[in-house]
């Protein structure tokens, strides 16, 4: 039997830290080995028993989370996830700790924050373990059983044809998960202005995925903005499907594409989901796509990047050696789903190639 993941809990709130240390510990392929009120206190821990992951709050006493995280990787990196009720106001700030290298975010709630962590506990537990498998430095990957869950079968039907043999504007879907964050950052930055439209599934919590576009479309020669039901996808626009509640799909509308931006259960244990993403551009965009998977934990997406090949589309799948997780990607590897194994560097240069008429 593989050792259990050993977690250190960092939270000022006493409620959260029961919480926390309740809903991991239910897991046998978990252990919580401490509970923390501070940074200080929990680097008296790390320096008797070193923990596997990290669950960290932003605002503490003594110190704060992101100035702890920083400290923490120049140190000795330990994979680490954010967990703070910090959305509106505290949105960026967060996705700075993503920046100092933090592997994930768990959204907690201003009030009823016990209630809403034992109600989230599945995804609470699912983002430890990829936080375990996170590569900082020669940390060792851990494997677990998926859990049951629902296909895109349960969103959108199978391709049953070939979508339209050829159109004037070729469109890009690309998929990620944990690491994408920054993934996604290296890729759009190099792209040029007059790129291909680009419709992204980014595993994220509500809230976070427009903080994420808006710190995009500042670093970026294209426009990156959170998709809106009925977006047109566009030369020069990245679209990131919002966070949480509804899945995104790529339909066509006469001589345009367009974002369709609607609710649904929860795919591949995701929403939005990658595969439902890939599976709407297999069906409407066919060989005038070209799909992209990254770095993250799962499955989500390899299914969907094997439909958009079988229609005709062009498929690329991250290389182990810089993916922060290489779950996704090798399970698309594995289905034969990817025309090409590519290093995060090359990405965007393959991507234009694809779609260069």
């Given at each position: 039997?593989p050792?259990?993941?050993?977690?250190?809990?960092?939270?000022?709130?006493?409620?959260?830290?029961?919480?926390?240390?309740?809903?991991?510990?239910?897991d046998?392929?978990?252990?919580?080995?401490?509970a923390?009120?501070d940074?200080?206190?929990?680097?008296?821990?790390?320096q008797?028993?070193?923990p596997?992951?990290i669950?960290l709050?932003?605002?503490?006493?003594?110190?704060?989370g992101?100035?702890?995280?920083?400290?923490?990787?120049?140190?000795?990196?330990?994979?680490?996830v954010?967990c703070?009720?910090l959305?509106e106001?505290g949105?960026?700030?967060?996705?700075?700790?993503?920046?100092?290298g933090a592997?994930?975010?768990?959204?907690?709630?201003?009030?009823?924050?016990?209630?809403?962590?034992a109600?989230?506990?599945l995804?609470?537990?699912?983002?430890v373990k990829?936080a375990?498998?996170?590569r900082l430095g020669?940390?060792?990957?851990?494997?677990?059983?998926?859990?049951q869950?629902l296909?895109?079968?349960a969103?959108?039907?199978?391709?049953?044809?070939r979508a339209?043999?050829?159109t004037?504007?070729m469109?890009v879907?690309?998929?990620a998960?944990?690491?994408?964050?920054?993934?996604?950052?290296e890729?759009?930055?190099?792209?040029?202005?007059n790129?291909?439209?680009?419709?992204?599934?980014?595993h994220?919590?509500?809230?976070?995925?427009r903080?994420f576009?808006r710190?995009?479309?500042g670093?970026?020669?294209i426009d990156?903005?959170?998709?809106?039901?009925?977006?047109?996808?566009?030369?020069?626009?990245?679209l990131?499907a919002?966070?949480?509640?509804?899945h995104?799909m790529?339909?066509?509308?006469g001589?345009?594409?367009?974002?369709?931006v609607?609710?649904g259960?929860?795919?591949s244990?995701?929403?939005p989901?990658?595969?439902?993403?890939?599976?709407?551009?297999a069906?409407?965009?066919?060989?005038?796509?070209?799909?992209?998977?990254?770095t993250g934990m799962?499955?989500?997406?390899?299914?969907?990047?094997?439909?958009?090949?079988?229609a005709?589309a062009?498929?690329?799948?991250?290389?182990?050696?810089?993916?922060?997780?290489?779950?996704?990607?090798?399970e698309?590897?594995a289905?034969?789903?990817?025309d090409?194994?590519?290093?995060?560097?090359?990405?965007a240069?393959?991507?234009l190639?694809?779609?260069a008429r």
């Amino acid at each position: 039997m593989p050792k259990p993941i050993r977690v250190l809990v960092i939270d000022d709130s006493a409620s959260v830290r029961q919480a926390m240390t309740a809903i991991l510990s239910a897991d046998p392929e978990i252990e919580v080995i401490a509970a923390a009120a501070d940074p200080f206190a929990a680097a008296r821990h790390i320096q008797e028993e070193i923990p596997d992951v990290i669950t960290l709050d932003v605002e503490m006493p003594r110190m704060d989370g992101i100035t702890f995280l920083r400290k923490l990787m120049s140190q000795r990196p330990i994979p680490v996830v954010m967990c703070s009720s910090l959305v509106e106001e505290g949105s960026d700030t967060l996705l700075q700790a993503l920046d100092a290298g933090a592997v994930d975010v768990i959204l907690k709630p201003r009030v009823g924050v016990a209630d809403h962590l034992a109600e989230a506990h599945l995804m609470i537990r699912e983002t430890v373990k990829g936080a375990a498998r996170a590569r900082l430095g020669a940390r060792r990957q851990r494997t677990t059983a998926p859990a049951q869950k629902l296909t895109a079968d349960a969103v959108l039907p199978p391709p049953t044809g070939r979508a339209m043999s050829r159109t004037t504007e070729m469109v890009v879907a690309i998929g990620a998960s944990t690491g994408g964050t920054e993934a996604l950052r290296e890729v759009l930055e190099a792209l040029p202005a007059n790129s291909p439209g680009i419709v992204i599934v980014q595993h994220m919590p509500e809230s976070f995925t427009r903080a994420f576009a808006r710190r995009l479309d500042g670093l970026c020669q294209i426009d990156v903005k959170e998709a809106e039901d009925g977006d047109t996808v566009m030369r020069g626009r990245a679209l990131i499907a919002p966070g949480g509640l509804r899945h995104t799909m790529l339909e066509r509308q006469g001589a345009r594409y367009v974002v369709s931006v609607r609710e649904g259960p929860l795919v591949s244990r995701h929403r939005p989901s990658v595969d439902v993403l890939f599976r709407s551009a297999a069906r409407n965009a066919g060989a005038n796509a070209v799909g992209i998977i990254l770095t993250g934990m799962g499955d989500d997406g390899a299914r969907g990047l094997l439909e958009m090949k079988q229609a005709g589309a062009r498929t690329f799948a991250q290389d182990e050696a810089t993916s922060i997780v290489f779950g996704m990607p090798k399970e698309a590897i594995a289905r034969g789903a990817a025309d090409k194994v590519i290093p995060l560097g090359s990405v965007a240069r393959e991507l234009l190639h694809a779609t260069a008429r």
